[in-house]
């Protein structure tokens, strides 16, 4: 099975939400099935087969997040993010300024959703391929 530290790794590659789609291909090698990342402090339980799960420590000091979404203004940080214009740490602080509590990725399906903190459902999106 995967380990945190294999994850590290492909995520350092990662240098802005552009590069995305390339970790995700690569994490799903690794047997990643799905993930859920908590915005408040990065840290992220990851799921595999056969009901295998580990975490990740938080990344950051706790930030708060906005009581009532904002998805207009989410959809704008997530798209500059995805062109590369914001860092990861700017765009999770992004989302808490927005009301995005976590995000859920499944592998199968290549989407990730964003919840709000009250497991609203504020978007899918399909994650390329």
């Given at each position: ?16 939400g ?28 990851y ?83």
């Open positions: 099975m995967f380990t945190v530290a294999q994850i590290k790794a492909a995520h350092a590659k990662v240098k802005s552009a590069g995305f789609p390339d970790y995700i291909r690569e994490i799903k090698q690794l047997g990643v099935t799905a993930f859920t990342t908590w915005v408040a402090d990065s840290h992220t339980e799921y595999g087969k056969d009901n295998y799960t580990t975490s990740s420590q938080p990344l950051y000091d706790t930030l708060l997040i906005a009581d009532k979404c904002n998805k207009k203004q989410f959809m704008h940080y997530l798209k500059i993010h995805q062109q590369g214009e914001t860092d990861y740490l700017t765009f999770c602080r992004h989302c808490a300024e927005t009301g995005v509590a976590y995000w859920i990725v499944t592998l199968a399906t290549y989407t990730c959703a964003y919840y709000d903190k009250t497991d609203n459902e504020i978007l899918v999106e399909e994650i390329p391929q």
